[in-house]
């Protein structure tokens, strides 16, 4: 219908108006280059990419350049956080998005604002026949070039240029940098036109639709201008409110952009939708299409990062579900339409379509548990502050909404705000700082005081870190030391080898000589101080011999080269939205956890541990460089991880240029054939979305088998001699070959664990067997015995106690669980006739009871077992209670059985 109706109207359709856009500068002789990741990969100033020129920044600073002088695209930007954060004004008007596409044009050095400005007025009036009316120009206050060119290069009406300062029509990059004026094009939705003082006024109906940036200065960090060598082009156009000016609509959200999804969600909800500001399905279109591309991008929501703006604008999304009365998941059920109307400019979406459902119905499915929770919280407040006449939410409340329902701050905001109150945020804020504290105590041993080592800025670069060397003993010097640690004494040193723990690897061992005397090595505080026992020196010595713990060391960076071998082995098996989340490399076990929502198969396991030990096969040398920031960010492939702060030189460990490239600062192995085998020994879940392995290598490997001999011994010894003989045997020719084994002899390593894993198997085989025997034997036995105790009730019910008319039967069983007595009181009841039943037994020093009552005094007399086990149950020191005819009960005080028995029938009759 929605394209009927736009070739009945001969509107263009969106894909057709993207496409214009991109062959009209084609014509103009503009390369067409694709679109950037939704994340700068090499740039950690920015959490998303917000503009077009996120791209070519470096071109722009001068540290890089392309083989083109001029390009267009269309851009994926999100704008949802730092100075460019759209996801407050999302849903409350027609234009504002936190995704949007940005259809541009730039020009390195070549053509400049005469072109910009005639290419942009002939593509707008020209090819879309905009009306000329319609359309009003901002330009710098001081950029009279730009004035006279639009003048004379075009035929807008002249009092439609205006003049505006630099918060509206100067650009720059940052405080200091490229920079220059711009040029800004809006559109007058206005019916009966508007006036100069409408522009530039958040005025929803005189929208801004391109932005001309003109870059021709250099702000130095005085802030003063200086003309730069070449002059730039960077234009941008927002593609959403492009499509609702030429389709004449009133929101973007009544484009054929949006109205496919939100047509999918009025299915969904069974809701009507009322159009231009309909805030919940408006901002649920938005936001699914930000996880979409973000996830297809690499992003996972997570509590840090980009991840955690990505959990905001979720939550964000489903709370409003609320608003639409959907309480399980949906949003993932969106995915499909964006894909089906966005797919064939966007390929990525396609490839990723069904990882990126997984990962939004898993984060509605957490978020789900903890909402409605959270939002009956948010409502106990609301209806505080009403009965105490206040107007300011709480901010300990909005924190306990933060801490433990997930609830994002930015979030309770809103739904106060919906109902007319503020936030108390300054009381929020304390109380996060005070939780940040909590967990920053175990770092604050990292930093030094300038105030204790007052001459440590004087000699800083004449400060030597290197874990690097290959030798296990380094002559240092001592430069002063502390004693400000709780248990030990800090010795800063002029030449430091110990590794200090980062990147997953953890802190050197060793031992430091001084003045002959060795103290071992408890802690590296930093990379330049070591900590040892507390020791107060008489005069503080100057010399000392470092000694590394290198057996161990070595073990260490067998580990870290096998994850590094590992996580691209991750990529190739489980596809390349595989990314480190954390890690952790010592010398028994590596650990690493990465997004991924399904548990591995045995066969992708088997599949990433062969992909691991080829490659240790190959004996591919591992070699680090330290390379500039910018040349580094251009090798193909690079692993970096963003949030990690990088300065201008890095460390780049490869591993085959081909195979494994990461930014790291951490010790490796000289060739992956010293890392012996590998061998994933776990996996795990560890949250929605992230997976956990464990793994070991060389010396790992020898204690890995050491430990499943242990479990083999075990394993044996919980079953029955006749079968646990064959395998003690077997065990003892296992330890024979055992006791050669080499970390360095793989395929050795390799036949032991295959030995091992067919043992286990096996002996798992035969417990389970031998348990089910166990089982029907036991079963076997309680049948026996409830047959034997059902023929004694014919021996009670011969010559029965009366009691009000009616049969009244007490009796101690012999029994192993509760089952049993109730199974006996099921016979009691069949043969009762009129009558109330009270058996009981001691089972594991504790009163069991099972009373039971015949249905006519049930019917008759209203009595219920259920209330006689109850009664009886608390003279014990317990309780119980069941049904009407048959209850069972506890009590722990044995000694009581005789007065409990004994109060029957006064129970009885206060039923009466």
């Not at 460019?84 to 053509?111: A, I, K, P, R």
């Not at 299915?267 to 159009?275: A, H, L, R, V």
């Not at 979305?689 to 010894?717: H, N, P």
């Not at 793989?746 to 089982?775: C, V």
């Amino acid at each position: 219908m929605l394209n009927l109706y736009l070739k009945l109207y001969k509107l263009k359709k969106s894909t057709e108006i993207r496409q214009d856009f991109l062959d009209f500068f084609a014509s103009k002789q503009h390369k067409i280059v694709p679109s950037a990741a939704v994340f700068p990969y090499d740039d950690p100033t920015l959490l998303f990419t917000n503009a077009g020129m996120n791209q070519f920044k470096d071109v722009f600073l001068g540290t890089g350049s392309r083989d083109y002088k001029r390009c267009a695209d269309t851009q994926k930007c999100i704008r949802v956080s730092g100075k460019h954060n759209d996801l407050e004004e999302v849903g409350h008007d027609g234009y504002h998005h936190t995704f949007f596409e940005m259809l541009g044009n730039w020009s390195f050095g070549d053509y400049y604002k005469k072109e910009a400005i005639q290419w942009a007025w002939e593509l707008l009036t020209g090819v879309w026949k905009l009306d000329k009316k319609r359309l009003w120009v901002t330009v710098f206050r001081d950029d009279d070039e730009a004035m006279e060119l639009w003048k004379s290069e075009t035929d807008i009406d002249h009092s439609h240029i205006l003049k505006f300062d630099e918060k509206d029509n100067f650009w720059e990059m940052g405080d200091t940098g490229p920079c220059g004026p711009c040029s800004e094009i809006h559109y007058d939705f206005t019916e009966a036109g508007c006036s100069p003082a409408d522009v530039n006024a958040d005025n929803p109906d005189v929208m801004e639709i391109w932005n001309l940036v003109f870059i021709q200065y250099n702000r130095d960090k005085e802030g003063k201008l200086h003309d730069l060598p070449q002059r730039h082009v960077d234009t941008g156009m927002g593609f959403e409110r492009m499509v609702r000016v030429l389709q004449n609509k009133t929101s973007n959200y009544l484009t054929d952009v949006f109205l496919p999804v939100i047509n999918e969600l009025i299915q969904i909800t069974g809701k009507e939708y009322s159009g231009r500001f309909e805030a919940p399905m408006n901002v649920i279109a938005d936001h699914v299409r930000t996880l979409t591309f973000a996830i297809a991008d690499g992003a996972i929501p997570s509590n840090e990062g980009r991840g955690y703006v990505l959990r905001r604008v979720l939550r964000r999304a489903a709370r409003y579900g609320r608003n639409l009365d959907m309480r399980s998941p949906f949003i993932y059920k969106l995915v499909d339409t964006l894909v089906e109307t966005m797919g064939h400019v966007f390929p990525e979406i396609v490839e990723k379509r069904e990882f990126i459902k997984e990962v939004i119905k898993g984060e509605e499915e957490s978020f789900n548990i903890t909402l409605d929770k959270g939002i009956a919280l948010f409502n106990e407040e609301v209806e505080r502050m009403k009965a105490a006449k206040e107007d300011t939410f709480s901010g300990e409340v909005a924190f306990k909404l933060h801490d433990t329902y997930g609830f994002p701050v930015d979030l309770t905001e809103l739904m106060a705000r919906e109902i007319g109150y503020g936030l108390d945020m300054a009381s929020f804020n304390e109380k996060m700082e005070i939780a940040r504290g909590l967990s920053r105590v175990d770092k604050i041993l990292d930093t030094i005081e300038q105030n204790e080592y007052d001459d440590l800025k004087k000699i800083e670069d004449d400060l030597v870190y290197n874990p690097y060397i290959e030798d296990d003993t380094v002559y240092t010097k001592i430069l002063g030391y502390q004693n400000r640690y709780d248990n030990g004494t800090g010795i800063l040193l002029n030449n430091n080898p110990f590794y200090k723990a980062s990147g997953g690897q953890v802190n050197d061992e060793g031992l430091l000589v001084i003045e002959g005397k060795e103290y071992p090595v408890q802690n590296v505080n930093t990379k330049h101080i070591i900590e040892i026992p507390h020791i107060d020196f008489v005069n503080t010595p100057t010399e000392a011999i470092a000694k590394l713990n290198m057996p161990r060391r070595r073990s260490i960076e067998r580990n870290h080269s096998a994850t590094h071998i590992m996580h691209e082995a991750l990529r190739r098996v489980l596809g390349s939205h595989i990314k480190q989340m954390g890690s952790y490399l010592d010398d028994k076990v590596l650990r690493f956890d990465f997004p991924h929502f399904h548990k591995l198969k045995p066969e992708e396991i088997d599949d990433i541990e062969q992909i691991v030990n080829d490659k240790i096969k190959e004996n591919i040398a591992v070699y680090a460089e330290e390379l500039p920031i910018e040349k580094a960010n251009e090798i193909p492939h690079v692993k970096k991880f963003f949030g990690d702060k990088y300065g201008e030189i890095v460390r780049v460990v490869f591993i085959d240029d081909k195979f494994s490239v990461e930014f790291c600062g951490g010790t490796h192995v000289k060739a992956t054939s010293d890392i012996g085998l590998f061998k994933i020994t776990r996996e795990e879940s560890i949250s929605a979305g992230t997976r956990r392995i464990f793994a070991r290598t060389g010396e790992g490997i020898l204690d890995y088998i050491t430990e499943r001999v242990t479990e083999i011994e075990k394993l044996s010894s919980e079953l029955p001699e006749k079968y646990a003989k064959n395998f003690l045997h077997a065990m003892t020719e296992f330890k024979k070959d055992f006791d050669r084994a080499d970390f360095r002899d793989a395929e050795l390593q390799r036949t032991l664990l295959k030995y091992q894993d067919s043992t286990i198997s096996s002996l798992h085989e035969l417990k389970a067997k031998f348990q089910e025997e166990k089982k029907q034997l036991e079963k076997e036995l309680a049948r026996q015995k409830v047959k034997q105790a059902s023929g004694g009730i014919d021996e009670l019910l011969k010559n029965p106690a009366m009691h009000g008319g009616f049969r009244l039967v007490t009796a101690k069983f012999d029994v192993d669980t509760m089952d049993e007595l109730k199974e006996i009181g099921d016979k009691l009841r069949e043969k009762i006739g009129s009558g109330v039943g009270l058996l009981y037994s001691v089972i594991e020093g504790k009163v069991a009871l099972c009373a039971v009552v015949s249905d006519d005094l049930v019917k008759e007399k209203k009595l219920s077992a259920g209330k006689i086990a109850g009664d009886i149950a608390k003279i014990l020191g317990g309780g119980g209670g069941g049904k009407p005819h048959l209850a069972t009960a506890g009590g722990k005080d044995v000694t009581k059985i005789n007065e409990a028995v004994a109060a029957l029938p006064g129970v009885i009759d206060k039923y009466l």
